[in-house]
């Protein structure tokens, strides 16, 4: 029979009783973080944008791996227009996770405001992939790819783009017109015709 020393053994029991309470530190952390974070939301409702931010920082503080914490401090920044801090929190948001569809949407306004429409491109893909896993379309990279295709001429893609973004938009009046001017541009009819078609099965 294998015997372990006294020595060993408190050693070891150390140990265990060092992750145990490591464990519950992590979970404390995180439930905190996630309270601070929704003191954070309620202070941007309320217009206290300054001490917002604080909490949301400091619920990154108490979780870094907290993707809505990162997303919230982005779009805080991103509403007092500074959009280089608000760039980097989007980001971290991304980074921490792939199914952050909100935040690469971000990104890839960020690139479109900036006419970088490939990089633009890249984000607008992964934000409507990553939305579509979560089962939750994001008609706003539905109508970003949209606006990239019609600046690059590619019309009926655009068109195609828009028509299925707007299944998942509440608000469609400024999409309409939209569309109506790119039909107007399409000049293979008998294609547009087709697609409309197989859209509305």
């Given at each position: 029979m294998f015997k372990v020393s006294r020595k060993y053994l408190y050693i070891l029991t150390g140990v265990l009783l060092a992750a145990h309470a490591l464990g519950i530190r992590n979970i404390k952390s995180s439930r905190y973080s996630s309270l601070l974070l929704d003191i954070s939301s309620d202070?941007?409702?309320?217009?206290?944008?300054?001490?917002?931010?604080?909490?949301?920082?400091?619920?990154?503080?108490y979780n870094p791996q907290n993707a809505k914490a990162y997303y919230l401090a982005g779009s805080l920044y991103k509403g007092r227009d500074n959009r280089t801090q608000a760039l980097k929190y989007f980001r971290l948001a991304a980074s921490q996770d792939l199914l952050a569809y909100q935040a690469f949407n971000e990104i890839g306004l960020y690139y479109f405001n900036r006419a970088e429409y490939d990089a633009a491109l890249r984000y607008f893909k992964q934000a409507q992939k990553s939305s579509i896993k979560r089962r939750k379309p994001c008609a706003e990279s539905y109508f970003g790819l949209a606006a990239i295709y019609e600046i690059k001429g590619d019309f009926l893609r655009a068109y195609n783009l828009y028509f299925k973004g707007m299944k998942f938009s509440e608000n469609n009046e400024m999409i309409i017109p939209k569309m109506e001017s790119l039909v107007k541009k399409i000049s293979d009819k008998k294609r547009l015709y087709a697609l409309v078609d197989s859209l509305k099965r």
């Open positions: 202070l941007r409702k309320k217009g206290e944008i300054e001490r917002s931010i604080k909490l949301a920082k400091r619920a990154i503080h």
